[in-house]
Structure formats: C-alpha cells, structure tokens
C-alpha cells in the first residue's frame, strides 16, 4: 500500500491564482482530511469528509473548497490564493467505525506552497 | 470545548537519557489521546493512542505514554533516547462523549533535540 499520497509537493503561486491539491489513499478509509500547518501553530483542520459524497468544514475553511466523489480522491481547492493562504497542507485519512482500529489518522507527505 | 497543551517548545537530552515529552488536556466528557511524530519534511506518523484500558500505552520506536486522569496528562517517555528520536511531536486529543472522529485536536508541538 502507498498510503496517502499528495501532489504536488511544492508550488510557487501569484495572489488570485487557483489550484488543485490532489490527495489519494488506497486503505479503503471512510475519513479524509485536510489540514493546514503554520509554524508554531500545529495543525489546523480545514474540510474533512466522512464518506464519499459528504464533506464538511473544519476550523479554517474560507478560502478553500473540497469534493469527495470517490473513497480514494479528497482533492482541495484554492480558489484565490491569498498570502495567508502560505503554509504547508497535510492530508490524512482514517478508519472509524464502532469496533476495531478507530480513528488512528494516516498523513501523507505534505505539499508545501508558497503565494506570493 | 476540547483543548491539549504541550507546555515546552523544545525538549533537549542526551543519547542514552531518558525523555519525556508533556502533554496535558482538556475535555469534558472522556479523552481519546495520541502522539504523532514529525521528521523534517515529512508528514506525520502515528506513535501511540490511548482509548480505554491500561493507563500505560506503549507504542512505536520503543515510545510509550501514561494516561493520568487525574492531572489531566499524557506525557510520552522513552527510557533511552536516541539521536535519530530528534523530531517535531504532537499530541492530540477529542472528546470521545461529545466530539466527532473528524474533531481531533492538536498541540502546537514540542521539538525533542537528542545530542550526542
């Protein structure tokens, strides 16, 4: 299994620009999620999505949007890249249910982006 | 409202020392506690988790972390520290009465320095 796994690693964008985080896991996770991390700050969820078809805001969505049409794809978008918006964004998935390994959640390598 | 503290930026010690990292937490009804791990330009991995049971957790990389309900901690603790332990670690915490599998949340970090 790859795990979750996120492009692109690293991008460079103007102010006003959009773009794609793409995001994938292949462990038959209900769970995925994003996150967004600033120094000194740790992690903060933007979206999270239960199961394909439903998504819902975490604690810093504005100025992004998701969609989750498959189990595997939870991809971000930017729509208006703002300065604020510099950060390095995680994804991560997880299994819940009722039984069995609960709500451990598995990262992926992060993209790092930049708007300037 | 759920809230963790992770009271020291950076934790130093020498290879061979034992480590703790701290961790306290707030929540109002029962805790689901972890411990992920961060190396430079990764994402973060999974170390431990407790749910229910034994207050000790022992986990990956010879890391373990006691449960203390009644000074509201989770502090990870290694015996013998090693220089590649060196790494970003978060601690993480939800209600398990009141919040959701997607309403984890994290400490801003402590940085462990192992030196020779």
């Known amino acids: 299994n790859a795990g979750v796994t996120q492009t692109p690693k690293f991008r460079i964008l103007k102010i006003g620009q959009s773009m794609t985080l793409q995001c994938t896991q292949d462990?038959?996770?209900?769970?995925m999620y994003w996150y967004r991390q600033d120094p000194g700050m740790g992690l903060k969820l933007i979206y999270y999505?239960?199961?394909?078809?439903?998504?819902d805001k975490g604690e810093v969505p504005n100025g992004y949007n998701v969609s989750r049409s498959t189990t595997e794809d939870f991809p971000l978008r930017l729509e208006l890249a703002a300065p604020s918006q510099t950060s390095v964004y995680f994804c991560a998935s997880s299994y819940v249910s009722t039984s069995g390994d609960r709500e451990t959640q598995y990262f992926g390598p992060g993209t790092r982006l930049l708007v300037l | 409202a759920q809230s963790v503290a992770q009271p020291e930026d950076q934790v130093n010690v020498a290879e061979g020392n034992p480590l703790t990292v701290k961790c306290t937490y707030s929540v109002s009804g029962n805790p689901y506690l972890f411990w992920y791990v961060q190396y430079p330009n990764r994402g973060l991995q999974f170390l431990l988790k407790?749910?229910?049971?034994?207050?000790l957790v022992k986990g990956s990389y010879g890391f373990e972390a006691e449960f203390n309900k009644s000074q509201t901690s989770f502090h990870l603790k290694k015996p013998s520290a090693l220089v590649s332990d060196s790494a970003l670690y978060f601690c993480a915490v939800r209600d398990a009465d009141t919040g959701t599998a997607s309403k984890l949340t994290f400490g801003t970090g402590t940085r462990l320095q192992v030196t020779l």
């Open positions: 462990m038959n996770h209900n769970y």
């Open positions: 999505s239960v199961g394909a078809g439903i998504t």
């Open positions: 407790y749910i229910t049971g034994d207050n």
